[in-house]
């Protein structure tokens, strides 16, 4: 008697399909099926960051720029619940356009391994490793000079969207204030744009979220189940960032940090409890909401009015903090 044909277990967004036999599909296409508005005024390019792994990042920066004013960087870690998502889908390639030229400045926009074939720590020591690449090119006597020749290595900002927002507060605690491992590079700052945090207990906004929200909890819930290691909750470490078996950041020194959400998002609740207990630490927050936007409104429509003035707080932040 022949075994069955597999069927299908779990889809995140048409774009993931896992199997009953353990076999996955992945879909060449992204799912945000939007033009690239490449106009010319934003220069960028590919390149290897990790060739173990075969991980590549994104540059970005003004087609204007010079060697005359060095411009600070910013990472932009993509989301998509550590599960799907890529530096090349063009709705992330278009807020990084956005991104190099309403800052100005360079833009690194660098992939990691993905769930569930690669869960987690993976997605967190690839967002590492895109960090050192940086400080390798810092310090290298072959630089790349198309990045080399305008970027100001001491003034780097890390940002992530949703799984990227995750990657980029464990980035945070690991380099500490002042990321003194990556010198000449210093960070700045970090900017968490709706991260994906969990935990065992809902919070009421996602207890009580609307079931056809952008990010819905059924989502919410089945990136957590792909990407967390076997065997494991939402209350490991690098999802809830006050768990009983996480990192006391009390004494942890942190970089400003720069925390938004939208009013509608599921994981509002969490990303507002994780800017107030940083707070009553004593480290420096600060917190956005948007009223009635819904998770990653920023990157689904990039001239809103709230995504508009989204792109002034970043700006104001970075100013901020550029010393």
């Not at 990045?147 to 890390?158: C, N, Q, S």
Request: glycine share 8%; proline share 8%.
């Amino acid at each position: 008697m022949s075994n069955p044909p597999p069927y299908e277990v779990d889809e995140c967004r048409g774009v993931l399909r896992i199997y009953s036999d353990g076999s996955i599909w992945r879909s060449p296409n992204p799912s945000f099926n939007v033009p690239v508005n490449d106009d010319g005024s934003v220069l960028w390019k590919d390149v290897v960051f990790d060739p173990l792994h075969n991980l590549s990042l994104r540059l970005y920066k003004p087609a204007t720029a010079t060697s005359a004013v060095k411009l600070p960087i910013f990472y932009y870690i993509h989301g998509g619940g550590f599960c799907i998502g890529s530096r090349a889908w063009p709705n992330c390639q278009n807020y990084c356009f956005k991104l190099a030229s309403e800052l100005q400045a360079v833009i690194i926009s660098p992939d990691y391994r993905l769930a569930p074939e690669n869960r987690l720590p993976a997605a967190i020591e690839d967002g590492f490793m895109a960090v050192k690449w940086l400080q390798a090119q810092a310090l290298s006597e072959n630089p790349d000079t198309w990045l080399t020749d305008v970027a100001d290595f001491g003034k780097v900002f890390i940002s992530g969207d949703s799984a990227g927002g995750n990657i980029a507060h464990n980035l945070s605690v690991r380099l500490g204030a002042g990321s003194a491992e990556l010198g000449p590079v210093q960070v700045r700052g970090y900017v968490l744009l709706a991260p994906f945090f969990g935990g065992t207990m809902l919070t009421k906004s996602e207890a009580e979220g609307p079931k056809d929200a952008f990010l819905n909890w059924e989502l919410i819930d089945r990136f957590w189940r792909l990407s967390i290691p076997i065997g494991d909750t939402t209350d490991h470490p690098l999802v809830n960032p006050f768990g009983p078996d996480s990192l006391n950041l009390d004494p942890v020194a942190l970089d400003p940090i720069l925390v938004v959400c939208g009013g509608s998002d599921l994981l509002k609740d969490r990303a507002d409890e994780y800017a107030k207990r940083l707070k009553d630490m004593g480290k420096e927050i600060q917190y956005v909401e948007y009223e009635n936007q819904q998770h990653g409104f920023f990157t689904i429509d990039p001239n809103s009015e709230p995504s508009k003035n989204l792109m002034l707080v970043i700006r104001n932040f970075i100013t901020k903090y550029l010393g």
